[in-house]
């Protein structure tokens, strides 16, 4: 159900609600949709309202099903698309009708709207099902985009630029949209046929999902059926130059040896990005001094008894632009390994078969992810270059051949690492599919001090930055059934112990994983609307032949009224070893409440217990786990949104007579968005293990995806509590100002 990961993004967290099912629509009816639109010459003004010629003269349809909760029934509310295009744009135009005190519409920021209702369209210009844009309003004009790349994550901070407008009238709302052609990337021929769907999301007591002409459930390639676009001709695949100016400034204080914060020089800087677009397939771009650094910081996550590095996602938008070649099973792209570049180049070909990326970066500071059986090691070194590359040739359907190399090296102490290695995922019918990836790597370590480690791995290599040379490998193949009521996926992977991924995020090796999983899904047309249901188990040998885990899981998923959606799952470890010490006793069971019970709120809650090893025990030992939290959003008014989130954890010895840690973390965010472009968050972060306190306003103007102005500041504090006094008594650690301008002429 890739797919509905893209409606997961829709909805936050896709709960779905109850409702009546009916008849399902026969797969051959879905698959043989076509949509025959023409072209216009008269111009239409993006306004929300209807009134042009053009429209009247537009290709329109209003077969549009519900899919969510009922199997492709007849929608509680209407719907009609109408599409056109000229010269430059594709226009798209929706008419959704409802009572209008019942649309829930809010101002947000672009990309924050998913809860409201909201109408999209869903774009494959190469028709091979392995991505497809989505590009949609809400009732009141705020845009929202994201790619999907048919197997893998959603990725929202993919940016199309293009124009929206939204009305609510006396029948529900309308939207217009025009979508420039140097936005998207198709064939260069001139007849286009393109795969396309459009989508409703319409959240009231339950979540309905409503699509042109309905989804099949039994196939799981949800992008393969999506219905033909057909009249486009002649579209001009002009080439475009972009230049991006930014200006940064800022101004950071620290503390000194004497324990006073020091007053820091302020900063300011120039930088300069170009774009040229050979064409709509065909983009090189290249940035000079970017200021590539997160407007946001990165939420806090325990790691108290965690020995692996935490993953943290990319959030700078050049990086995610292309995600959807870039991503791979194993993660050997992590563009985060590029952390402060002084430039940074790249090409972007996309083809009707071939499509390919090249970046190239000089880092200024580039961390090291060193990983190992159970734990993994990072350091901050200094420069390197990164080169990264890959490839993907479309096959049929959702099928894809692809090709992945990347190399880093670092200029100071002459340590290296370089990848190879191949993937794929092939559709056999609507039912089976296998997916497969193999990867090579080869590591020249540093002489360098940044890491002194007496451990050895592998063949006896140290992990100490002593000039070591060695090579290793990674591979992952999966087997999946996929049918309406029955999933079913087995596979292997494993991870040598001398594999390391110098631009990707892979953490722990030396590791071998058989494993299986069933799945069944019920839609009982009662009280709950859907019942999964599953069963996990798999085992996990390392290199040297030592069994260091056994485990089963079992899981059920129940969606109910409301919105809400229980999920449980209980897992237990038979056998499992760490730190040469066998801990058989270990188990997980964690409860997840999820629900939007009111326009206005939504809460969730997940509660854990577990018997765990406590990893950083010299000799590890079993202890009792208690992992608790709690969120909650309240949309205050249209504008104003506010959301707490808290996480606690706490670990004692077996008979609960001794704490070995207890503590929790706590979020707040306030935003404010005035208009679509101008909006106002502050957030405020607590780490009670840690005892400091981060707190970060922003003010942000964004007219566009890629003209910004923003300013801000954030600050750290050692506090001894939770509290105001302490809070305002506490030392500040670090402080800095910053703000921002960038401008795109194009």
């Avoid at 102490?413 to 019918?429: A, K, L, P, Q, V």
Wanted: glycine content about 8%; some cysteine; hydrophobic content about 35%.
């Amino acid at each position: 159900m890739k797919f509905i990961r893209i409606m997961a993004v829709f909805t936050a967290i896709g709960i779905l609600g109850a409702g009546p099912v009916k008849h399902a629509v026969e797969s051959k009816e879905l698959k043989a949709r076509v949509f025959n639109i023409s072209r216009v010459s008269s111009i239409i003004s993006i306004d929300g309202i209807l009134d042009e010629s053009a429209w009247s003269r537009a290709a329109s349809t209003d077969n549009f099903l519900e899919f969510q909760p009922g199997d492709n029934v007849e929608p509680p509310v209407p719907t009609e698309v109408k599409v056109t295009y000229d010269k430059d744009n594709l226009y798209v135009a929706f008419k959704a009708y409802s009572d209008p005190k019942d649309i829930r519409a809010t101002l947000q920021k672009r990309d924050q709207a998913f809860q409201d209702d909201f109408v999209a369209i869903l774009i494959d210009t190469y028709g091979d099902a392995n991505s497809a844009v989505m590009i949609g309003s809400n009732p009141l004009g705020v845009q929202m985009d994201a790619l999907n790349t048919g197997g893998g994550d959603d990725d929202v901070s993919y940016d199309v630029i293009y124009k929206s407008k939204g009305k609510i009238t006396d029948e529900g709302y309308q939207v217009e949209m025009a979508i420039p052609f140097s936005s998207l990337s198709f064939p260069k021929k001139k007849i286009q046929d393109w795969k396309v769907t459009f989508f409703r999301n319409l959240p009231r007591g339950d979540r309905h999902m409503i699509v042109w002409g309905g989804m099949d459930r039994s196939n799981a390639c949800w992008l393969c059926q999506m219905g033909t676009l057909k009249g486009l001709q002649s579209i001009e695949q002009k080439g475009r130059l972009e230049f991006l100016p930014a200006l940064v400034g800022s101004q950071a204080s620290e503390l000194d040896k004497n324990d006073l914060l020091k007053k820091g020089d302020s900063f300011g800087e120039a930088s300069l990005g170009i774009k040229y677009s050979f064409s709509s397939a065909r983009v090189s771009e290249i940035s000079i001094n970017p200021d590539f650094s997160q407007v946001e910081a990165d939420e806090e996550q325990i790691d108290v008894n965690t020995t692996f590095a935490l993953n943290y996602p990319e959030k700078r938008p050049f990086f995610n632009e292309g995600s959807d070649l870039t991503d791979t099973w194993v993660n050997v792209i992590h563009t985060r390994s590029i952390n402060n570049p002084t430039g940074v180049g790249r090409i972007i070909n996309r083809g009707e078969k071939d499509s390919w990326v090249f970046l190239s970066a000089l880092d200024e500071n580039s961390p090291y992810i060193v990983p190992g059986e159970e734990q993994s090691f990072t350091a901050m070194g200094k420069k390197s270059y990164s080169n990264i590359f890959r490839y993907k040739r479309s096959l049929n359907e959702g099928s894809f051949l692809g090709l992945v190399a990347t190399n880093r090296k670092m200029i100071d102490n002459n340590g290296s690492g370089s990848i190879i290695g191949f993937d794929t995922r092939y559709r056999f019918n609507d039912t089976y599919q296998v997916e497969f990836q193999s990867v090579f790597s080869h590591t020249q370590e540093p002489n360098d001090s940044l890491l002194v480690n007496s451990k050895t791995f592998g063949e006896n290599y140290s992990y100490t930055f002593d000039g070591e040379s060695f090579s290793g490998n990674a591979l992952e193949i999966e087997f999946q059934r996929n049918t309406e009521h029955w999933r079913l996926e087995a596979g292997y992977d494993h991870r040598s112990p001398t594999f390391r991924a110098e631009n990707g995020f892979v953490t722990n090796v030396s590791q071998r994983r058989i494993y299986s999983q069933s799945l069944w899904i019920y839609y009982p047309n009662n009280f709950f609307s859907k019942i999964v249901g599953g069963f996990h188990a798999g085992i996990e040998p390392n290199y040297d032949g030592v069994t260091k885990a056994k485990y089963f899981v079992v899981f059920g998923n129940l969606v109910m009224p409301r919105q809400t959606r229980l999920n449980i799952s209980y897992s237990r470890r038979p056998i499992y070893r760490f730190k040469d010490t066998e801990l058989n006793g270990t188990y997980d069971l964690r409860i997840n409440l999820n629900s939007q019970f009111s326009e206005r709120y939504q809460f969730g809650t997940n509660i854990g217990r577990h018997v765990a090893p406590v990893r950083f025990l010299e000799i590890p030992e079993e202890g009792r786990l208690t992992a608790t939290g709690l969120w909650v959003r309240i949309q205050a008014s249209d504008r104003l949104n506010l959301g707490l989130s808290y996480n606690s954890q706490k670990m004692t010895t077996m008979d609960k007579e001794t704490d070995y840690f207890s503590g929790y973390t706590t979020t707040l965010r306030a935003s404010y968005q005035y208009n679509n472009s101008l909006g106002f968050k502050v957030m405020a972060q607590y780490n009670d293990f840690s005892q400091t306190f981060q707190i970060q306003p922003l003010l942000t103007y964004q007219p566009s995806p890629f003209t910004i102005f923003y300013i801000g500041s954030s600050s750290n504090q050692n506090v001894d509590g939770l509290a105001m006094n302490t809070i305002r008594d506490g030392q500040l650690t670090n402080r800095q100002y910053f703000m921002k301008f960038q401008y795109l002429f194009n």
